[in-house]
């Protein structure tokens, strides 16, 4: 259970200059108000409260969204009103809290009542990407005391769990999370393949534990001996979800899994991160196409590390990761750890969504066909992602499947309506043509085309494109 000496202790860290006084008022104001109420677990009200703010403080969030996470049950479940808090914590935190409880609990009653709080998400979300975060810490909490929850109500909880909360947080970058929700839901709603992956892995780890201590050992005498001290090795063992899945893809052999123990190198800057990678392919021989360089290339979600997986002594194949301590903040804690957005305003009043949250606000307005929305959602934002290069060098991400057509009009509205051909990698293709991870894609247009061709809607696999031609065609 996490005390508030816990949340005190961590706001030490990371806000030591600064006056806590804000959160240190909205535990107490939250300690009354929750007064005598209990969790079904049996414990007091205000451990779930302080278990949300404890995540968000890990996260670095800031102040007011920290004080927000202690109230964010206040209005909904307790005497006081929205205006006892703005009254006592401004207007910053009020519209926190107000956004929180206005997605209110995502139950599902039906399509009808699933699409409605899918729609309420996005809205607050574009409104505000604070809010998600609130809402995803609160649902962390819930995850890990779902056995006292009521037998009939923890499956469909875990089960919006992986199908949008997770899903959700990977958008977001924030990579812990999503993990943490995954594993937290899978054996509720898949305790067959749960007990199986897990067994699976003990085998697995029992055999590798030592191999991969060795290799750490090896790694920090290497990096020694060429001057570099300071790096820090862990091994990070690969979490049960997104083993499983992974499982699936490969036929269910666990031999064919590369990355389920990889070494993580951590260092502080940036050309010791290269200087490493040269170091280890001396060492070993690189696998071929498995050396990734998200440094140069950043995934769209932000994601920066080196990748590169070796045939390690006796033939054994070990996975390296190996990034700055920033990199590795950004890539456990996504948006949330990105100074950049940050600085630039990302929360709150003045802030720049990411392109696919802007998409999913487009779709909502344009698609009123419930259905049809949430068929669209499922797919543009759960779909497996590939990433396309625009001719300028730019990373565009797409669902799987996606055409030339889905990226004109992911480009601009006026790009695909004006689409008249387009080459892929160099070479000419079909509207039609899958794309491919790595390509690079150029649009021919011509500027005296106002209309998309009806047929397109048969070739394009985007919601956003479907619903952006389909609005053409009405004009
Ligand atoms: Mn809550």
Redesign the pocket.
Known sequence: MITFEDLKRELAINYGDRDINLVIKAFHFATEAHRGQLRRTGEDYIY?ALA?AYNLALMKMDLPTIAAGLL??VPEDTDFTFDDIKKNFGSEVYTLVKGVTKLGHLKYRGLERYAENLRKMFLAMSQDLRVIIIKLA?RRH?METLDGVREEKRLRIAQETLEIFAPIANRLGMFRMKTELEDLAFPYVYPKEYAWVTGLMKDRLKSETKYIEKIQKETQKMLAKNDIHDAHITGRVKTLYSTYKKLLRKGKDINKIYDLIAVRIIVDDVADCYSILGLIHKRWTPLKGRVKDFIAQPKPNGYQSLHTSVFTDFGKVVEFQIRTKKMDDEAEYGIAAHSQYKEMGMFGKHKKNPRWLQHLVEIQKTITDNAEFIKHVKHDLFANQIFVFTPMGDVVELPEGSTPLDFAYYIHTDVGNQCIGAKINDHMSTLDTALKSGDVVEILTNKSRKYPNPDWIHMVKTGMAKSKIKGQLKK
Request: no cysteine; net charge negative.
């Open positions: 779930h949300t964010h049950d609160d819930n």
